[in-house]
C-alpha cells in the first residue's frame, strides 16, 4: 500500500454518508444513468406479456415472449460484459441500448401478430440489454476514493436503489398498456436508450483502459474458484426468488386475494431496498465473508414464517424480511467479487452474477410450479445458498484480499486526479 492511499484511508470516516458518495465525480450521473437503464429490465417482461395477451388472446404466448426475452439477458450479460473488459464499456453499452431499443420499438410498431418475428426481437431485445449492472460496479471503484467504505456504500445504494426499479418499472408498464400495449413497449424502448447512451457516453466509461491482450485468459473470470463458488451461492438464492413468484400466486388463489400475486413479489423488492440501504449506511463488525454467511444464513431463517399459512396482510409484512437478506446477500457478494476476480474480468464477473440470479430465478420458478406453489421450495433453495457459503467459507477467507485493488492502469490521469482530490477533501 502507498504512503499516499495510506494517508487517504487514516482521513475518512469510518461511515461515508450516500450524500458525499454522490458528490463524487459522475456517481450521481453514473447511478441515475443506470437506473434509467435498468427499467427495461422490469418493464420489458411485463410490456411483452401485456401486448402479446392483447394481440393474441392469451397469456401463453406472452409468457413465452417474456421467457425468451429473460434468457437471452442472462446469455448476453457475461458476453457484453466480456467485450467491455477487452474493449472498454463505451462499444457494448451504446451498441447494445441501440440494438435492444430498435427491437423493441420494431416489436411496438409491427406489434406481435407474427410470432416468428416477435421471438426473434424479444431474443435480440434481451441479449443486446447493455450490461449496465455490471458496466456500473466496474466503474465504482475507478471514480471514488480509494477507501473501502466508499465502495461498500456504492454497492449498497447501487443494489438497494435497484430493487425501487423493479417496484416501479412492472407498474408504470401495466399503466402504459393499460392506454396501448404498444406504449408499453415503446416507452421501454425510450428510457432504455435514454439510460444506456447516458452511461456508455460519459467520461469515466470512455476513458477506462482494458487489459493488456496478453494478459486475457479464455475463460475469463471463471477460471477463479472462488467466483465460481460464488455464482453457485447465488444461483440457489436466486431460486427462492423465483419461487416466490409462484408461491405468490398459488397463495393468493387459495385466500382469494387478487391483489397478492402482483403485491409480494413488490414488498419483497421494497425489503431489498430498505436492506441496501441499511448495510450501506453504516460500517458493521466482522469482514465481508462473514457478512456473506450471517446474511445468507438469515435468508433460510425469513423463509421459515412464510410456511406457516398466514393470512394475507401478514405473510405481506414478513415477505420484507426475505428481500432485506436476498439484496444485501448481493450487495456483499458484489464486493467479495470485486476482490477475487482476476485482474481485467470484472465485468464479465458481473455479468455472470445476474446471470446465475437469474438462472436461479427461473429453476425457482419452474420447480415451485411442480410443488403447487409451496414455500418449502423458497426455503430450501435459501437453505442450498447458505450451506454452499457456509462450507467454503474458510477456504475463501484464505484466498479473498481485504479490499479490491485497481490496477493503476485502469485509471486515466483525470480520472484518478478527481478521485483523489475527492479522497483528501
Not at 437471452?72 to 477487452?86: E, K, S, W, Y
Not at 467504505?149 to 445504494?157: G, K, P, S, V, W
Not at 419452474?366 to 409451496?374: E, I, K, L, M, S
Request: proline content about 5%; some cysteine.
Amino acid at each position: 500500500m502507498s504512503r499516499d492511499h495510506s494517508r487517504n484511508c487514516s482521513t475518512q470516516p469510518s461511515d461515508v454518508s450516500y450524500t458525499s458518495l454522490l458528490r463524487a465525480p459522475y456517481a450521481a450521473r453514473l447511478l441515475f444513468s443506470t437506473l434509467v437503464g435498468r427499467l427495461p429490465n422490469a418493464m420489458a417482461p411485463v410490456s411483452l406479456l401485456l401486448a402479446a395477451q392483447a394481440e393474441h388472446g392469451s397469456l401463453g404466448f406472452g409468457g413465452a415472449l417474456s421467457a425468451v426475452y429473460l434468457v437471452a439477458f442472462a446469455v448476453g450479460q457475461p458476453v457484453l460484459g466480456r467485450i467491455a473488459d477487452r474493449h472498454g464499456p463505451t462499444l457494448p453499452i451504446v451498441a447494445g441500448s441501440i440494438t435492444a431499443s430498435s427491437a423493441l420499438g420494431a416489436l411496438a410498431f409491427a406489434g406481435t401478430g407474427n410470432s416468428s418475428l416477435s421471438v426473434l426481437l424479444a431474443a435480440v431485445a434481451g441479449f443486446s440489454n447493455p450490461c449496465l449492472e455490471s458496466g456500473l460496479r466496474t466503474l465504482w471503484p475507478r471514480i471514488l476514493p480509494n477507501h473501502p467504505e466508499y465502495l461498500r456504500a456504492a454497492y449498497a445504494l447501487d443494489n438497494g436503489s435497484q430493487e425501487a426499479v423493479y417496484v416501479a418499472g412492472p407498474l408504470v408498464a401495466a399503466l402504459l398498456a393499460t392506454l396501448a400495449p404498444a406504449a408499453a413497449l415503446a416507452a421501454t424502448a425510450a428510457v432504455g436508450l435514454v439510460g444506456g447512451l447516458s452511461l456508455g457516453l460519459s467520461r469515466p466509461a470512455r476513458e477506462l483502459r482494458p487489459l493488456a491482450a496478453a494478459e486475457r485468459h479464455w475463460l475469463g473470470p471463471l477460471r477463479s474458484l472462488e467466483v465460481l463458488v460464488l455464482l453457485g451461492a447465488l444461483t440457489c438464492a436466486g431460486g427462492a426468488v423465483g419461487a416466490l413468484r409462484v408461491c405468490a400466486a398459488a397463495q393468493g388463489g387459495a385466500l382469494d386475494v387478487a391483489w397478492f400475486a402482483g403485491a409480494l413479489p413488490a414488498v419483497m423488492s421494497f425489503g431489498g431496498l430498505v436492506g441496501g440501504l441499511v448495510y450501506g449506511a453504516r460500517s458493521w463488525s466482522g469482514d465481508r465473508l462473514t457478512h456473506l454467511v450471517v446474511l445468507a444464513v438469515g435468508h433460510v431463517v425469513a423463509w421459515v414464517p412464510m410456511l406457516w399459512g398466514l393470512s394475507a396482510a401478514p405473510s405481506a409484512v414478513l415477505v420484507i424480511l426475505p428481500g432485506v437478506c436476498f439484496s444485501t446477500l448481493v450487495c456483499v457478494a458484489c464486493l467479495v467479487i470485486n476482490t477475487v476476480a482476476p485482474a481485467g474480468t470484472a465485468t464479465e464477473a458481473f455479468g455472470w452474477l445476474i446471470a446465475a440470479i437469474n438462472l436461479g430465478i427461473a429453476a425457482g420458478s419452474a420447480a415451485a410450479g411442480w410443488a403447487d406453489g409451496h414455500y418449502a421450495v423458497a426455503l430450501g433453495a435459501a437453505a442450498a445458498a447458505a450451506l454452499v457459503l457456509l462450507f467454503a467459507h474458510g477456504w475463501l477467507r484464505g484466498r479473498a484480499t481485504a479490499e479490491p485493488a485497481v490496477a493503476p492502469s485502469a485509471l486515466s490521469a483525470t480520472q484518478a486526479k478527481k478521485r483523489d482530490a475527492v479522497a483528501t477533501a
